[in-house]
């Protein structure tokens, strides 16, 4: 279990660093429309809407997936399709900065049943003079077990 749960805390890290908290999708700046503030996304892992949207089940229960998709940034979503083209709102795209890298993390169960676990994340981050925060994190984890544990909300993380 530990290992599932250790691989849901690692796609959750990427989840938030490459696609919505941290740092967004790379789009190609020559098709920005300033008068809607959207560009076409640029990547090859993610075509369409629908291969975000696949990424995202694996790791989050479908009500999470839905915030994330339609609901995330007041209301608005952040990845769209136009005419079969995946897009990006410029205007919300995040600009939060960098996240403490880790060293590394362990996870420790504080409950758990055949249904739903809740568990900790306790990460020790790389000794940084120019970071604030301490050195050490715990971060909590709810996760949903139907065929397979997904976490039921995102945990940003400094």
């Known amino acids: ?36 503030h959207t560009a076409e996304v640029s990547s090859e892992e993610f075509i369409n809407l629908r291969d ?17 998709l339609f609901h995330c940034f007041e209301g608005k979503p952040l990845y769209f399709e136009e005419e079969g083209v995946l897009k990006i709102s410029v205007d919300i795209a995040s600009a939060a900065g960098l996240p403490r890298i880790w060293e590394d993390y362990s996870i420790e169960v504080e409950s758990a049943d055949e249904r739903r676990c809740e568990f900790l994340a306790k990460v020790r981050y790389i000794a940084d003079k120019n970071c604030k925060g301490n050195e050490e994190e715990t971060y909590h984890f709810s996760a949903t077990k139907t065929t397979k544990w997904k976490l039921e909300k995102t945990v940003y993380l400094p």
């Open 1 to 36: 279990m530990n290992m599932e749960l250790a691989n849901l805390v690692d796609k959750n890290l990427l989840c938030i660093t490459r696609l919505f908290y941290y740092g967004h999708l790379p789009y190609k700046e020559d098709t920005i429309d300033e008068s809607t």
């Open 52 to 68: 975000i949207q696949s990424f995202l089940s694996e790791i989050y229960v479908e009500e999470e997936v839905d915030r994330l």
